[in-house]
């Protein structure tokens, strides 16, 4: 059966701990300027705003993420807070709907798949869930294909009819694609991920070099 869309990872890299951040901006724009015209940038931005205005600097111009907690998300310009709970089911959503595919010779795929499976839900003392890692595992992977997939089905406002617009005027393509970084630095790893969301796909975009991932990943 084919899904109404499946989001296929191009893309999974992390960084040397303690990379400098002018490298990390470069890392960043280099791939972006591989990936259609039309891509987004995600960053997370939540304690390193310094950092994400590094990338506007460049000219990127991001989607700046504060992960959070709580329920709601709230927008403003480019910027947007987002309960970390949020992100990560919309990815646990796709694993059980069967409509995340990844390409089969991605190097990190392992340390991504670990990743996910030390994940863990957790309820605060007031009812929240939570997700986090075990202690002493590291989440940033998840939470950058985690940013990338709540991206593709969550984008700015008005950003549907921009799109519909450009697809119109053949300045955008069939697929979405996302570039997303869970910035870190001395403590934590960054990571790196871009995801295409193919929509309406046939059978050949599941076949092929991308293995559709399922629950137990």
């Keep these: 059966m084919i899904t109404p869309a499946i ?8 960084l040397p701990l303690r990379t400098p951040y002018p490298a990390q901006v470069a890392r960043v724009q280099y791939l ?7 891509a987004t940038l995600v960053i997370d931005d939540g304690g390193s705003r310094g950092v994400g205005d590094m990338f506007v600097d460049v000219g990127l111009d991001p989607i700046r993420v504060s992960i959070v907690h709580g329920l709601d998300v709230h927008w403003h310009d480019r910027r947007v ?3 970390k709970a ?3 089911s919309m990815l646990v959503a796709r694993l059980h709907c069967g409509e995340l595919a990844v390409h089969e010779k991605l190097k990190d795929w392992p ?8 994940f863990r839900p957790e ?10 890692a075990r202690s002493g595992e590291h989440d940033d992977c998840v939470l950058s294909l985690s940013m990338a997939i709540w991206y593709l089905g969550n984008p700015e406002p008005w950003s549907g009819l921009l799109r519909y617009y450009a697809l119109e005027t ?7 694609w996302v570039l997303s970084m869970d910035i870190g630095q001395a403590i934590d790893p960054s990571a790196i991920t871009i995801v295409e969301k193919v929509e309406h796909p046939s059978q050949a975009d599941v076949r092929g070099e991308f293995r559709l991932q399922t629950v137990g990943v």
């Design 86 to 88: 949020t992100l990560v």
């Design 123 to 132: 309820t605060t003392r007031t009812g929240a869930e939570t997700w986090n």
């Design 111 to 118: 340390v991504l798949r670990r990743e996910l499976l030390n």
């Design 170 to 176: 053949g300045r955008a393509g069939g697929s979405q």
């Design 7 to 14: 989001y296929r990872v191009h893309h999974i890299e992390r």
């Design 81 to 83: 807070t987002v309960p």
């Design 32 to 38: 972006k300027s591989r990936l259609p015209r039309d």
